[in-house]
């Protein structure tokens, strides 16, 4: 009779070969390359690199204070005018009537003009916009960096849910075939005398509740398919076995958390805040000093009045603007400014403990799933060599028909926490490689083209004109 002795439960943990009669592609897929897929499709971190370079955009518009700004005028129309002139000469003899005349017409004034305006003081306000918008860029930066470790994450757990849902579906599936067999024995005994109707009821009992997990481990592997389609963007293959990260996180515990408190992608994003609230508070200041500007201004005009052909205008000159008090708002703004920058510092703490938690946590599960495992094996093999013994028993009639089924659920379930196990160690070694700030797919290797976000950045930090995004849109 077949047993749970000869299933091959190592298989069937590294490879799901369609399971609940569902359609699976032949093409097999790695870790890797979903890993690959997810990091270059994602639409998260998609949306996110968009996000990062809109942020880029900040510097330029921080630079363009050191630029002059030039603006044109022009001006064209027409005018009715009528002038009445007293005229008095010097040989009007006192007392005598003025005389007058008019002089009325049409014209069509015009003209066209420029301005330059050259900001040469602003209290730094200039550099201290470009270093925030500097530090801004490296904040977007790492927040981008934390959801390449998220997603990255996201996508080898949801991989690895499917191959521990796919196991667990075939071992549900061999056990409903065993007990379909433990009940056409005991019928078969049944009628030979060797055992009662109990017996009987109890394997059909256990047959249903063995069909009952059948279905639910139908269900999870479904769904499991559907996160792993929603998370790396592919429908699932057959898949391949899958290796942990431990080699690239650090050796020991203090070493990882040393390394989570320096890399972890929320410190260093509590960093970049820090300074651009830092900067934040120095552009306020600014607002207290004085402002010089040069002023270059040209103007042509043509019939601005009756006896005026045209006339041009040129004038170059300096500006000069100290603030006294303006209501009092730019201190408001200085102290919220100074606020904010103690808030930033309190953040970059509380990211600081949090990352700590983290590592920790994470090195504490990760060294519990590899205790798990080789537990759990020792658990299968003796439950294994239980249910050997218990059905010998029971073959001698020491036994009853419900110790066996009580021995095959313990080694069903033994299974299931061994095909566990396995799925923990390596979700649990790439959850410690996310916690130190290490999860990228340069340290993974990942064959596929890796985004650098500078190659934007210095595509449009110095662009003086321009409305295309250096992707041609």
Same mark, same amino acid.
């Given at each position: 009779?077949?047993?749970?002795?000869?299933?091959?439960?190592?298989?069937?943990?590294?490879?799901?070969?369609?399971?609940?009669?569902?359609?699976?592609?032949?093409?097999?897929?790695?870790? =890797?390359?979903?890993?690959?897929?997810?990091?270059?499709?994602?639409?998260?971190?998609?949306?996110?690199?968009?996000?990062?370079?809109?942020?880029? =955009?900040?510097?330029?518009?921080?630079?363009?204070?050191?630029?002059?700004?030039?603006?044109?005028?022009?001006?064209?129309?027409?005018?009715?005018?009528?002038?009445?002139?007293?005229?008095?000469?010097?040989?009007?003899?006192?007392?005598?009537?003025?005389?007058?005349?008019?002089?009325?017409?049409?014209?069509?004034?015009?003209?066209?003009?420029?301005?330059?305006?050259?900001?040469?003081?602003?209290?730094?306000?200039?550099?201290?916009?470009?270093?925030?918008?500097?530090?801004?860029?490296?904040?977007?930066? =790492?927040?981008?960096?934390?959801?390449?470790?998220?997603?990255?994450?996201?996508?080898?757990?949801?991989?690895?849910?499917?191959?521990?849902?796919?196991?667990?579906?075939?071992?549900?599936?061999?056990?409903?075939?065993?007990?379909?067999?433990?009940?056409?024995?005991?019928?078969?005994?049944?009628?030979?005398?060797?055992?009662?109707?109990?017996?009987?009821?109890?394997?059909?009992?256990?047959?249903?509740?063995?069909?009952?997990?059948?279905?639910?481990?139908?269900?999870?592997?479904?769904?499991?398919?559907?996160?792993?389609?929603?998370?790396?963007?592919?429908?699932?293959?057959?898949?391949?076995?899958?290796?942990?990260?431990?080699?690239?996180?650090?050796?020991?515990?203090?070493?990882?958390?040393?390394?989570?408190?320096?890399?972890?992608?929320?410190?260093?994003?509590?960093?970049?805040?820090?300074?651009?609230?830092?900067?934040?508070?120095?552009?306020?200041?600014?607002?207290?000093?004085p402002t010089v500007n040069v002023v270059g201004q040209v103007q042509k005009n043509y019939e601005v009045a009756l006896n005026s052909l045209e006339t041009f205008t040129g004038s170059l000159a300096g500006q000069f603007s100290m603030p006294i008090y303006q209501g009092g708002s730019e201190y408001a703004?200085?102290?919220?400014?100074?606020?904010?920058?103690?808030?930033?510092?309190?953040?970059?703490?509380?990211?600081?403990?949090?990352?700590?938690?983290?590592?920790?946590?994470?090195?504490?599960?990760?060294?519990?799933?590899?205790?798990?495992?080789?537990?759990?094996?020792?658990?299968?093999?003796?439950?294994?060599?239980?249910?050997?013994?218990?059905?010998?028993e029971a073959r001698l009639g020491q036994r009853t028909t419900l110790d066996v089924l009580n021995a095959q659920q313990e080694l069903v379930s033994a299974r299931i926490a061994l095909v566990q196990a396995q799925r923990d160690r390596l979700v649990n070694s790439y959850g410690l490689l996310a916690a130190?700030?290490?999860?990228?797919?340069?340290?993974?290797?990942?064959?596929?083209?890796?985004?650098?976000?500078?190659?934007?950045?210095?595509?449009?930090?110095?662009?003086?004109?321009?409305?295309?995004?250096?992707?041609?849109?």
């Amino acid at each position: 009779m077949p047993g749970f002795g000869c299933w091959q439960l190592r298989a069937m943990v590294l490879s799901v070969v369609g399971a609940a009669s569902c359609s699976v592609p032949a093409s097999a897929q790695s870790l =890797e390359a979903a890993l690959a897929y997810a990091y270059a499709n994602n639409p998260q971190l998609n949306a996110q690199r968009a996000q990062v370079r809109a942020t880029d =955009e900040n510097v330029p518009t921080a630079l363009a204070g050191y630029r002059p700004r030039v603006s044109i005028t022009a001006n064209a129309g027409t005018q009715s005018l009528s002038t009445t002139i007293r005229e008095i000469s010097s040989t009007t003899p006192p007392g005598a009537a003025a005389s007058y005349f008019t002089q009325s017409g049409v014209n069509a004034p015009r003209g066209a003009g420029a301005t330059v305006t050259q900001n040469l003081l602003n209290g730094f306000q200039t550099a201290n916009r470009t270093r925030q918008a500097e530090a801004q860029v490296f904040a977007a930066r =790492e927040t981008l960096r934390n959801i390449e470790q998220t997603v990255l994450l996201n996508a080898a757990t949801a991989y690895m849910n499917l191959l521990r849902d796919g196991g667990i579906l075939e071992l549900q599936r061999s056990n409903v075939e065993v007990l379909q067999e433990q009940l056409r024995q005991s019928k078969q005994r049944l009628e030979q005398g060797n055992v009662t109707q109990t017996d009987v009821s109890q394997s059909e009992a256990r047959l249903a509740v063995g069909r009952t997990q059948l279905f639910a481990a139908e269900a999870a592997y479904e769904t499991s398919k559907a996160a792993f389609r929603q998370v790396i963007g592919l429908e699932p293959g057959r898949l391949l076995p899958a290796a942990p990260v431990d080699r690239f996180s650090p050796n020991t515990l203090p070493a990882a958390v040393a390394a989570g408190t320096a890399a972890n992608p929320n410190v260093t994003t509590a960093q970049f805040n820090v300074d651009v609230a830092l900067m934040q508070v120095k552009v306020a200041e600014g607002a207290l000093y004085p402002t010089v500007n040069v002023v270059g201004q040209v103007q042509k005009n043509y019939e601005v009045a009756l006896n005026s052909l045209e006339t041009f205008t040129g004038s170059l000159a300096g500006q000069f603007s100290m603030p006294i008090y303006q209501g009092g708002s730019e201190y408001a703004a200085i102290r919220q400014a100074k606020e904010t920058h103690g808030q930033r510092q309190l953040d970059l703490n509380v990211a600081r403990d949090l990352a700590r938690v983290t590592v920790v946590q994470a090195w504490s599960l990760l060294e519990a799933a590899k205790s798990s495992i080789e537990s759990t094996r020792n658990q299968v093999k003796s439950a294994e060599a239980a249910l050997n013994g218990v059905r010998e028993e029971a073959r001698l009639g020491q036994r009853t028909t419900l110790d066996v089924l009580n021995a095959q659920q313990e080694l069903v379930s033994a299974r299931i926490a061994l095909v566990q196990a396995q799925r923990d160690r390596l979700v649990n070694s790439y959850g410690l490689l996310a916690a130190v700030g290490r999860l990228s797919p340069q340290v993974l290797g990942l064959q596929v083209a890796t985004y650098d976000p500078a190659v934007h950045y210095h595509q449009v930090r110095d662009a003086w004109t321009g409305v295309r995004t250096p992707d041609g849109r």
